[in-house]
């Protein structure tokens, strides 16, 4: 797929449901006693791989002709053995969220996915579920394909955190939900909280209190468990990391005025609109309200001029994966922008570090990839674009859509070599941005 250089971008666009909502509503929804309706699902591939995970399992999940989803739970400790294999897909939540279900539920199940996801990291989330009694046996590096043999009997975890990890901290407290008494998880940087908010509106009990280790402030969240789960209706917001895509796209492109309606405002997750304020970037905060135990507002962005930052490493947990469309935002913005304490961005789909680096590079971009930091020198304006020489996006959907949104903002096109993992995250990307006004073109 091609970006042309484009002028600007206008229109009001309503964006796809929350990616992690969405595997959690779905997870949440299965596990619960009674129906449980979801509105706004996200309808990408990570989430339908989640779906057909969950229905492999015993829950029943349907999709109406409105688009709205209906989930029949199994309860607590109810779901059942799968017949197959479980493709996870592209997908580290879906993978790593469903360990932690599978480990405290007596049965044996084999997970696998694509060539990137199989390819990342399973053994933070494996070490400490291992701790409830359920065994698992990994490829080499604690890869997938991989087997787990969930606990008969399983006890509570009590677990700290090593990385700032949504994932492993949602794994941790799934499991805990079949084990008698607490399961504990300290996290000394705060992560999105999605997991937390879900538990308590299905009605677990969930607490999360502030503690002191070694001198520093951390969070201590407390899960009892065994509660009963009710099914609820469940509304999900519109992603903000996707949101991030065309929010960058505007704010690149002089004379954009564009509106996005119903963002996802938790404050875990709105790191990147903290950056871009700092840029100098225009962005209006409207309508801000609840829904569905989430903050949301509307955007309005016009495009102008931004100036590179220093964005602080302790900010990543909360825009762990708008770091690459934020490495656009920078290379044309005045100055440089130094990003720090992305450690975590080389096991994402791909070694994000590395793809945006090589591939700004190829743009004419200067850029320094330190062991866990990325510095871009911005060109103040349009930066050079493409030379012919497609991007490497490897199986990676946010690669791809940054370098398509770098491609509408430089001076000639930018081409990526593959498209179609957009579809995990953003299957109607294509159309939105045209409707917005980018010129993408299939090749
Ligand atoms: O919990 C979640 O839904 C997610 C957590 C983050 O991963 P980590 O927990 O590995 O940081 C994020 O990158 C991912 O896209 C979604
Ligand atoms: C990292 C991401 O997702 P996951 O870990 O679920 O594959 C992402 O969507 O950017």
């Not at 779905?26 to 996200?42: N, Q, S």
């Not at 109810?78 to 279900?101: C, F, H, K, Q, Y």
């Not at 850029?367 to 060109?379: A, C, K, Q, R």
């Amino acid at each position: 797929m091609t970006a042309q250089p484009t002028e600007a971008l206008s229109g009001t666009l309503r964006l796809p449901g929350d990616k992690s909502i969405s595997h959690r509503a779905l997870m949440l929804g299965g596990l619960a006693v009674g129906e449980t309706t979801i509105d706004g699902l996200l309808e990408g591939e990570d989430v339908l791989c989640t779906a057909a995970a969950m229905r492999a399992l015993g829950a029943e999940i349907e999709r109406d002709e409105n688009g709205q989803w209906h989930v029949w739970g199994r309860g607590v400790g109810g779901l059942g053995e799968p017949d197959n294999v479980i493709d996870m897909g592209n997908s580290g939540t879906g993978a790593r969220l469903l360990l932690g279900i599978l480990a405290s539920h007596p049965l044996t199940a084999v997970l696998t996915g694509d060539a990137s996801l199989r390819g990342r990291p399973m053994a933070r989330v494996t070490d400490p579920l291992a701790a409830c009694g359920a065994e698992f046996i990994a490829r080499t590096g604690g890869r997938l394909p991989l087997t787990v043999v969930g606990s008969r009997d399983p006890l509570p975890l009590d677990y700290e955190l090593p990385v700032p990890s949504a994932q492993v901290k949602s794994a941790v407290l799934l499991a805990g939900l079949n084990a008698p008494g607490d399961t504990r998880v300290v996290e000394r940087e705060a992560t999105r909280d999605h997991s937390e908010r879900m538990l308590a509106y299905f009605g677990a009990t969930i607490r999360r209190s502030e503690i002191e280790i070694e001198g520093c402030m951390a969070s201590e969240i407390v899960l009892s468990g065994q509660p009963e789960l009710t099914g609820r209706p469940v509304r999900v917001p519109a992603d903000p990391s996707s949101a991030a895509f065309p929010l960058v796209a505007a704010l690149l492109l002089p004379g954009s005025q564009t509106r996005l309606i119903g963002v996802g405002m938790n404050p875990q997750r709105s790191g990147l609109l903290t950056t871009l304020q700092e840029m100098g970037g225009d962005i209006e905060i409207t309508n801000a309200r609840e829904e569905g135990g989430e903050p949301v507002a509307d955007l309005l962005v016009r495009g102008g001029p931004l100036e590179g930052v220093e964005v602080p490493a302790a900010r990543a947990p909360s825009m762990i994966d708008e770091y690459p469309v934020l490495a656009m935002a920078a290379a044309a913005a005045k100055g440089r922008t130094v990003m720090k304490g992305l450690g975590e961005l080389r096991v994402k789909e791909s070694d994000r570090l590395a793809t945006v680096a090589r591939g700004l590079n190829l743009c004419g971009l200067e850029i320094e990839e330190g062991p866990d930091s990325l510095t871009v020198e911005g060109v103040n304006g349009r930066p050079p674009g493409g030379n012919n020489q497609p991007i490497q996006t490897e199986l990676d959907h946010r690669i791809a859509m940054s370098f398509l949104v770098l491609g509408m903002a430089s001076e000639r096109p930018v081409q990526i070599d593959d498209a179609t993992p957009i579809a995990t995250s953003f299957p109607d990307f294509t159309k939105l941005m045209q409707d917005l006004g980018a010129k993408l073109t299939d090749v």
